[in-house]
C-alpha cells in the first residue's frame, strides 16, 4: 500500500525487528540499577517488578489500560466493574512502591471510567496533589452522549519532600486583550508576530495535540501519549540526570522524552512489538530532540508556535507546521 506523501508515521522493517529484539532487556533474577538504566524491558510487570532495585525512582508515569474493552496489538483488555478494576491496579501499585524514592513524585492516568477508581488508590498509597485534566480532542462526536474528549492524570508524591519546576513549564499564550500601563506592555511583550505572555501552568491542558498520521512521533499504536504531555510532566517533576519509570510504556514515549531532556529512564512492556517502536523512537532521539508544541524553553499554545522549518508563524498544532487531526483514547504511552 502506498502512503500518502506527507504520512510521517512511524514504520517497522523486519531487518529493524530482528536488530531491536537484541536490545531488548529480560530478566528473572533480581537486577542492579545499572542493568535496567536506559533499558526497554519487554516483560509483564506483574512478572519482574520484586526483581528491580528499591528506591531508585524518581518520578513514576503510569498509563495504564484504561477501564473499556480495547485491543492493543495481540493483546486485550476487558473492561471489569469499578472494583474489580481499583483491585487489578492495587495488585501491581502497592508493589511498585518498594521502587520509589522518599522525595519521588507519581503521575496516574485515566479517563471517566477510571479516575474515580485511580483516585481512591492515590489516596490510600501517597499524598495526592492534584488532577490533571488534558483536552483530547478526538473524534466526531456522539449521538446519543456528549463526546468524551477529556483525561485525567493524577499527581502525587510519597512526602512533602519533592520536585516542582514550576518555572521550567511555562505555556506561551497570544495575549487577546493587551493592556497597557503608562505606555508599557502589562505582563506581556510584543514580537514580530504578536503579543505573548507567559502563563504558569495549571491543571487544565487544553494545548495537547493528540499523535496522528502526519506527525513524525506518531506509530502505529492506538493510545499513544503525545511526547509534549511527557515533556510537562518530566521538566515539571524530575532534574537532569534524574530517573523516570514506566511500567506500560507502551511505545516509548516517557523513555524517548526523557532521552530528550537529559534524565535517565527504565520502561516495562509487554508487547514486543511495541518495544521494537520504542526502540527505533530512541535511536531516533539521539539525533533529534525537538519535541512538538515545545521551543525555547517555553510550551506554545495551540495555533501559535512558529514553523521550525523557516521560521513563520503558521496556524499549526505542531512544531512541523501541520494541521490538527483527532485520534484515539489512552493506556500505554
Same mark, same amino acid.
Given at each position: 500500500?502506498?502512503?500518502?506523501? %506527507?504520512?510521517?508515521?512511524?514504520? #517497522? ?11 531488548? #532487556? ?8 545499572? &542493568? ?6 519487554? &516483560?509483564?510487570?506483574f512478572e519482574i517488578v520484586d526483581l528491580l532495585p528499591s528506591k531508585f ?14 485491543? =492493543? ?5 476487558? &473492561? ?8 487489578? /491496579?492495587?495488585? @501491581? ?20 471510567? *477510571? ?10 498509597? +501517597?499524598?495526592? !496533589?492534584? %488532577? ?7 473524534? !466526531? ?8 474528549? *477529556? ?10 519532600? =519533592?520536585? +516542582? ?5 511555562? #505555556?506561551?499564550? %497570544? ?12 505582563? @506581556? ?22 499523535? +496522528? ?10 493510545? &499513544? ?8 510532566? /518530566? ?9 523516570? +519509570? ?30 521494537f517502536y520504542a526502540e527505533k523512537r530512541l535511536e531516533t532521539a539521539g539525533?533529534?530532540? $525537538? ?17 521550525? !522549518?523557516?521560521?513563520?508563524? !503558521?496556524? $499549526? ?6 494541521? #490538527? =487531526? ?6 500505554? $504511552?
Open positions: 500500500m502506498t502512503r500518502a506523501p %506527507r504520512n510521517r508515521t512511524i514504520m #517497522l522493517s523486519d531487518k529493524e525487528r530482528g536488530i531491536y529484539r537484541h536490545k531488548l #532487556l529480560r530478566i528473572d533474577s533480581p537486577v542492579s540499577l545499572e &542493568q535496567v538504566l536506559n533499558k526497554v524491558i519487554n &516483560q509483564d510487570i525512582i524518581d518520578l513514576l508515569f503510569i498509563d495504564p489500560p484504561y477501564n473499556l474493552t480495547k485491543t =492493543f496489538n495481540t493483546r486485550s483488555f476487558k &473492561q471489569l466493574s469499578v472494583k474489580k478494576y481499583m483491585d487489578w /491496579i492495587d495488585s @501491581w501499585l502497592k508493589r511498585i512502591k518498594r521502587l520509589l524514592k522518599p522525595t519521588a513524585s507519581i503521575y496516574i492516568c485515566g479517563d471517566w471510567r *477510571s479516575s474515580s477508581a485511580v483516585h481512591l488508590l492515590c489516596e490510600k498509597h +501517597f499524598i495526592v !496533589r492534584n %488532577r490533571i485534566t488534558f483536552e483530547r480532542e478526538k473524534g !466526531r462526536g456522539a449521538k446519543k452522549d456528549w463526546k468524551n474528549n *477529556s483525561e485525567d492524570i493524577w499527581f502525587c508524591t510519597v512526602s512533602n519532600n =519533592f520536585t +516542582f519546576n514550576a518555572e521550567a513549564v511555562k #505555556l506561551k499564550r %497570544r495575549v487577546i486583550a493587551p493592556y497597557r500601563e503608562d505606555g508599557i506592555p502589562k505582563d @506581556w511583550v510584543e514580537e514580530k508576530d504578536g503579543k505573548y505572555r507567559l502563563t504558569s501552568p495549571s491543571n487544565i491542558w487544553t494545548d495537547i495535540t493528540i499523535p +496522528f498520521w502526519s506527525m513524525p512521533e506518531n506509530t502505529p499504536h492506538p493510545t &499513544q501519549k503525545p511526547e509534549k504531555l511527557l515533556a510537562k510532566i /518530566i521538566l515539571a517533576s524530575s532534574n537532569e540526570g534524574d530517573i523516570v +519509570f514506566d511500567p506500560f510504556a507502551g511505545v516509548g514515549t516517557t523513555g524517548v522524552v526523557a532521552k530528550k531532556l537529559k534524565r535517565n529512564f527504565v520502561m516495562v512492556e509487554i508487547d514486543e512489538e511495541y518495544c539525533k533529534e530532540s $525537538s519535541i512538538q508544541g515545545y521551543s525555547s524553553g517555553v510550551f506554545w499554545e495551540r495555533n501559535t508556535l512558529k514553523d521550525v !522549518r523557516n521560521g513563520n508563524t !503558521r496556524k $499549526s498544532n505542531s512544531a512541523y507546521g501541520l494541521p #490538527l =487531526f483527532p485520534n484515539v483514547e489512552g493506556g500505554g $504511552s
